[in-house]
């Protein structure tokens, strides 16, 4: 080929190249490169907020489920269930749960599992907030060094007394609807519940223990009185029918409201015992005595001394 020929001049009808320089990023790698970003920050937070996983026996494994089933304290989501299977020797339920690193110290010697569901039955019922949430298992922390492997409860146990808090006996000839973790009223406001019912000593009556909150010990004195706030109160008049209640709760599970006169007796001691009445005198919804030290301080007042035998409200009253 000649220099003329390679010199010679592009005929115009030939389409030119065009080049063009290519980004090593596109928008099309944008929605997976986040999504990747978000489930990395999953997996690490996870990986994170994980604690112990522990084992708890249980006799039933009703309406616990892997994935669904939380775990928790003082009303907080704590952990959750992971597995759940049969023992070696299907006697029993395995259940293997996950706590968050939050609430690792809760895996500890002598804390109580156990599961909390909806019950209807002769005892009342129980587990209400279950309805909607689903079965969960709830923890009450042991004092004891870290351990791994527990034994289910079948029922929730027996409330402690808190420290300051006011232990008393309402003796009543029988059960009614209460049930232990019935609440008990001060005009209206939850101030305690009722920690567990038993047989007196010869059978002939229900005492009933209920435990009143520290803050609101002082509103219980000696010439208190107590009544059944469980059930619907009907009263009939002339040309009307009154119903009322002490509040929809106490519908459910039964419930103890009192009363203090005005002017308010000596406080009460821990152990001193109270008749437990079906339902108010008219007098005693309109006592409204101020009371001082609801904060716990210390008063001129003594708690009046009782070995538990002494029962004030008119023992008289019980035989029904």
Known sequence: MTQEGKDAPVPPD???????????????????????????????DRVRRAGPL???????????QAGQTALRYRGVRVGGVKEVQLTSDARQVEVKARLDRSAKTLAREGSIFWVVRPQVGAAG????????????????PGQGREQARFVGAERAPILKSEEGSLELVVITSDKQSLNQGSPVY??????????YIELNEDATAINVHVLIENRFAPLVR?????????????????????LSAESAKSLLVGG???????????RAAPGNAFILYDKPDEKWLKWAPRIPG???ANTAENPSSSNGEGVTGGMRQLTK
Do not use: C
Request: glycine share 10%; charged share 15%; no cysteine.
């Open 14 to 44: 030939l389409a030119r190249a065009r080049i063009e320089k290519r980004h090593w990023f596109s928008l099309v790698w944008v929605v997976p490169v986040a999504a990747a970003i978000v489930a990395g920050w999953l997996v690490f």
């Open 54 to 64: 522990i084992t708890i026996l249980f006799p039933s494994g009703d309406g616990v």
């Open 125 to 140: 019922i129980a587990g209400l907030d279950t309805i909607i949430s689903g079965s969960y298992i709830q923890v009450e």
């Open 186 to 195: 001060y005009r209206g406001m939850e101030v305690g519940k009722v920690r």
């Open 222 to 242: 000696t010439d208190t009185r107590f009544w059944n706030a469980g059930g619907i109160n009907v009263s009939l008049k002339l040309f009307s029918i009154n």
């Open 256 to 266: 103890i409201a009192f009363a203090t006169p005005d002017p308010p007796g000596p």
């Open 294 to 296: 609801m904060q716990g």
